[in-house]
């Protein structure tokens, strides 16, 4: 167990390390509403989160959840790419169903003061600024239905190679072995970037 919670707790040190764009969907390129809701800075323990409409307790928390803001004030939406690490494949079989496609809708909540605090410690740009949907400073969650899903998911080596030979893949799921994930240059590493370039709608066009 301890060994597992270790893994988080690397897992949270390097995502905190990647920029506020996913490496390969930079600014400028597939648009430029693109923010890390988790994990989110030491200073905030307040994080966007997934949930179907009407619960107010299951929720989807991922290791790593980024948010690409689109749409306007009127009808805002985001685009995410979430990042799950998994221990073990039974860890991975649950944390596939969460984001299986499904006739349900998806929300992202941004909770509020999530969205008060700076975009990061040296831009003190307020997040709800950032997203560029909001006309004016928050006072209650911004909820956000959610158009597209791309997750990454990190196995360890052994899982990886077995999962790599036998199984196929959903269009939105994206597979990298755990010491990719974890290691201090993933961000800048060009595989992981070409990886992740893929991870968007405009990848399926000319």
């Not at 988080?8 to 490496?23: C, G, K, S, T, Y």
């Not at 944390?95 to 941004?110: G, Q």
């Not at 994930?181 to 993933?186: D, E, I, S, T």
Request: glycine share 6%.
């Amino acid at each position: 167990m301890q060994m597992v919670h270790s893994l988080d707790a690397l897992v949270r040190v390097r995502l905190r390390e990647w920029p506020q764009h996913p490496p390969g969907l930079g600014v400028g390129r597939h648009g430029e509403g693109w923010l890390r809701g988790r994990p989110s800075d030491h200073s905030s323990s307040c994080h966007p989160f997934l949930k179907l409409p009407g619960s107010d307790r299951l929720r989807t928390l991922p290791d790593g959840l980024w948010l690409n803001f689109g749409g306007s004030p009127e009808e805002p939406y985001a685009d995410i790419l979430a990042v799950e690490a998994c221990s073990s494949l039974q860890n991975l079989l649950d944390k596939r169903s969460r984001f299986a496609p499904s006739t349900h809708s998806m929300l992202a909540v941004c909770p509020v003061p999530w969205l008060l605090a700076s975009v990061t410690e040296g831009d003190p740009t307020p997040r709800w600024r950032a997203t560029g949907v909001l006309r004016a400073e928050p006072t209650q969650a911004l909820n956000l239905p959610v158009r597209d899903i791309r997750v990454l998911y990190a196995l360890k080596q052994a899982q990886y190679k077995g999962f790599a030979e036998t199984q196929i893949p959903h269009p939105h799921e994206y597979f990298v072995p755990m010491e990719a994930l974890v290691a201090k240059q993933a961000p800048e590493d060009p595989r992981m970037q070409a990886l992740l370039s893929r991870a968007c709608a405009q990848a399926n066009f000319l």
